[in-house]
C-alpha cells in the first residue's frame, strides 16, 4: 500500500524522522509514558463513577453529562497542538509541559465548591490529559519502529483500560473515605513523579515545523463546542432563539474552518491528507464509533443502575470497571492478532462487540446486574479491538515525518467520538425521560442504550472498508 504524503510548505524541505531512543532510555520513557497515560486515562473515567455523588451534592443535575464532555471537549482541541508541537520541539518538552497543565487543573478540580465551577475546572484538566494522552502515543511511536508498534500500542490500550479500572474503583473508595476531591489531589504527587521520569529521555531534534493556524483551533472549537450544546438543546428545554443561535454559531464556526484549511491546508489541526484518504478516514471514523460506546455507556450505566434499584449510588459506579476490564482484554488480544489477522478482521471483530454491548444493555441492564456486566464488558472488549487497530493502522501507514500528527488526529478522532457521543445519548436518555434531569423511568437509559447498539452496527459496517493488510 503506498504512502500519501501530507501536504507541507513549499518552501521547506522534508524533514527527517525523529530518532529512536536509545535502548538505555527506553526504560525511563515506559516508565514515565506509562505513568502519564495512566493519570489522564483514569481521570477521564473517574467522574462516571462519582455522577451520582457530585450530582446530589452540587445541584444542577441537568449538566451532569458537561463533567465528562467539557473535559473531552478540551482533550479534542488539544490533541492536534500537542501533535504539531511534538513534531516541532520534541516529545519530551511537550511532555512535560502537559503534565504540568493536567496536575494545575487538578487542583483546581479539588478545589471547585459548584457545578458550574467544576465544569470549568474538568475543562482545565481535559486540556493536560488530552495532551498528556497523545503525546504517550506519539512517543511510543517514535521510539519503536512499524515491527514493535503493533505489540506497544497493544500495550498502551491495556494500560489505558487499567487506569479506566482503577479510576472508578479510586473514585467509589475515596468517596467512601476521604471524599471524592482527594482523588485529583492525588494527581500532583504522581504527575511530578512522571515528569521526573520523562525528563531522563534524551531531548529529540525538532522534525516538521507545522504550526496549527490558531483561527484553525478557534473556528473548529466554535463549531465543535456548538455541536454539542446543540444536541443537548432538546433536552435542556433551551427556547427556540437560542437554538437558532446555537445552530448560527456551529455553522459558522464550522464553515470558517473549511475556508481557512483549503487556504492553508498546512495550518490545519490534522494533515490533509489524514481527512482526505481512505483508509485514514476510515480509521479515525472508526475511534468515533468506538469511543462514542464505550463514554457514553459508562456515563450511563451506573445511573441506570441508580433508578432502577440495581445497585446504590456509591456501588454503581464499580459497574464501569467492566467496561474498562473488557477494553484491557480486547487490546492485549488485538495487539497478538492484529499481524496475523490483519485490521479488517480485527476492526469487524470489535465493531461485532461494539453492537453485542449496548443491545445486552438495553435489554434491562438497569434491573439486571449480570446483563449490565456482560453488556458493558462486551463493550470494553469491541474497544479494544477497534481502538488499537485504528491506530496501528494509522501509523503503519503514515509518512515518518508527519508520525506525530497523524497519532495525534486519531487520538482527536477518539475524543470527539467520546464528547458527541456523552452529550448525544445524555440528551436522548433526558429527553426519554421527560425532563431535564437525570432522574426518571429506566425506560430512558433502554432508549440511549439500543441507540448505542445502533453507532456498534455503523462502526461494523466501517470496519469492513478497511484493507486486509497494512
Known sequence: MSHTTAPRPATTAPPAP????????????????????????????????????????LG????????????????VLVTPVAGAAADRWGGRRAMLAALTVFAAASAGVAA??????????????????????????????????????????GMLSSVWGLAAVAGPALGTAAQATVGWRWIFLLNLPLAAVAAVLVRKVPAAPATAPRVI????????????????????????????????????????????????????????????????????????????????????????????????????????????????????????????????????????????????????????????????????????LGTGFVATTSLVHTQNTAPAQWLGAYTAAVTLCRNIGAAVGVNLLASIQLSAAGHGSHGASTGSYTTAFAALAMIGLLT???ALRLPRRH
Open 460 to 462: 461494523l459496517a466501517g
Open 60 to 75: 444542577r443535575q441537568d449538566l451532569y453529562s458537561w463533567l465528562i464532555s467539557a473535559f473531552l471537549l478540551a482533550s
Open 213 to 380: 493556524s490558531p483561527g484553525a483551533l478557534l473556528s473548529f472549537a466554535a463549531g465543535l463546542g456548538g455541536l454539542l450544546l446543540l444536541i443537548q438543546a432538546p433536552a435542556l428545554h433551551v427556547r427556540t432563539p437560542y437554538v437558532v443561535a446555537l445552530a448560527l454559531v456551529t455553522f459558522l464556526g464550522l464553515a470558517a474552518h473549511i475556508v481557512l484549511v483549503r487556504r492553508r491546508p498546512a495550518a490545519a489541526l490534522v494533515p490533509s491528507a489524514f481527512a482526505t484518504q481512505g483508509d485514514q478516514r476510515i480509521s479515525g471514523l472508526l475511534a468515533v464509533g468506538a469511543a462514542a460506546v464505550l463514554y457514553a455507556s459508562v456515563t450511563l450505566l451506573p445511573l441506570a443502575l441508580t433508578a432502577g434499584g440495581a445497585a446504590g449510588a456509591t456501588e454503581s459506579g464499580l459497574f464501569v470497571i467492566t467496561g474498562a476490564l473488557g477494553w484491557v482484554a480486547g487490546s492485549a488480544v488485538c495487539g497478538g492478532l492484529l499481524q496475523r489477522l490483519g485490521p479488517r478482521a480485527t476492526a469487524a471483530i470489535g465493531g461485532l462487540l461494539l453492537a453485542a454491548g449496548p443491545a445486552l444493555l438495553a435489554a434491562g441492564a438497569a434491573h439486571s446486574l449480570p446483563l449490565a456486566v456482560a453488556g458493558e464488558s462486551l463493550a470494553g
Open 112 to 153: 471547585a465548591h459548584t457545578m458550574p465551577l467544576l465544569i470549568v475546572a474538568r475543562a482545565a484538566q481535559g486540556i493536560g490529559a488530552g495532551a498528556v494522552a497523545a503525546l504517550t502515543y506519539v512517543l511510543i511511536g517514535q521510539a519503536f519502529d512499524a515491527g514493535e508498534r503493533g505489540r506497544m500500542q
Open 18 to 57: 525523529e530518532p529512536p531512543a536509545a535502548p538505555a532510555g527506553r526504560t525511563a520513557l515506559l516508565a514515565g509514558v506509562l505513568l502519564s497515560l495512566f493519570l489522564a486515562a483514569a481521570d477521564s473515567t473517574v467522574v462516571g463513577s462519582l455522577l451520582p455523588t457530585i450530582a446530589g451534592q
